[in-house]
């Protein structure tokens, strides 16, 4: 199986702020690999797909890099909105697989 | 709108048995590859099962739940279906019910995800 390794657990940042989210493969997932939000009390949504490919609708200050087994989720500028919880998941393969979550908080 | 609805969560004993429902709107439910991801509370993602396109054949399952759990859709109906059987304690968790981005085999990234209907299994 593909284990999936996100880091930070948490993180705190002001609005306006870069965040940078990172998610490591425990093998070559290519690009194989997305990213969603899941905001409190909520049911999660697609980000990014293809690692760095937006999905339609979410904002530009979203954006994704990475390939073969380390990616990031980066968030230009922090707004009170993207107070969440994120999450990797590898696509390449079955079991799919997600990573533990990164919950972005608002200083 | 492509909209997903889940239903069937319930409090149920340790080895009992619950179906949990999924009903598509929107889309044709079997032209997509459907898959079940839960969430037990306070925790992450945990991929459960998939079942291939109506094209396919194919069933996945995550270890925790082979054997117990069955994937499977009625495509005159456009729904879903989670036949579990012999629940742990540890099943206990929010299901979503999800279908691929696109109609595609390999897309294996979910959008959108339904709102989830919650499984306790207690005594």
């Known amino acids: 199986d593909i284990q999936m390794t996100q880091s930070p657990s948490s993180v705190s940042a002001s609005v306006g702020d870069r965040v940078t989210i990172t998610c490591r493969a425990s093998q070559d997932i290519s690009s194989s690999l997305a990213w969603y939000q899941q905001r409190p009390g909520k049911a999660p949504h697609l980000l990014m797909y293809s690692a760095s490919s937006l999905q339609g609708g979410v904002p530009s200050r979203f954006s994704g890099s990475g390939s073969g087994t380390d990616f990031t989720l980066t968030i230009t500028s922090l707004q009170p909105e993207d107070l969440a919880t994120y999450y990797c998941?590898?696509?390449?393969?079955?079991?799919?697989?997600f990573g533990g979550g990164t919950k972005v908080e608002i200083k | 709108e492509v909209q997903l609805f889940e239903s069937g969560g319930d409090l149920v004993q340790p080895g009992g048995s619950v179906r949990l429902s999924c009903e598509a709107y929107?889309?044709?439910?079997?032209?997509?590859?459907m898959t079940w991801v839960r969430q037990a509370p306070g925790k992450g993602l945990e991929w459960v099962a998939t079942?291939?396109?109506?094209?396919?054949?194919?069933?996945h399952y995550a270890d925790s739940v082979k054997g117990r759990f069955t994937i499977s859709r009625d495509g005159s109906k456009n729904m879903l279906y989670l036949y579990m059987n012999s629940l742990r304690v540890d099943d206990t968790a929010v299901y979503y019910c999800?279908?691929?981005?696109?109609?595609?085999?390999?897309?294996?990234?979910?959008?959108?995800w339904g709102q989830g209907t919650l499984v306790i299994v207690s005594s």
């Open positions: 929107g889309f044709t439910l079997n032209n997509f590859a």
């Open positions: 079942i291939d396109s109506s094209g396919g054949s194919g069933t």
């Open positions: 998941q590898q696509t390449s393969s079955f079991p799919l697989t």
């Open positions: 999800v279908r691929p981005r696109i109609s595609n085999p390999h897309t294996r990234c979910f959008a959108p």
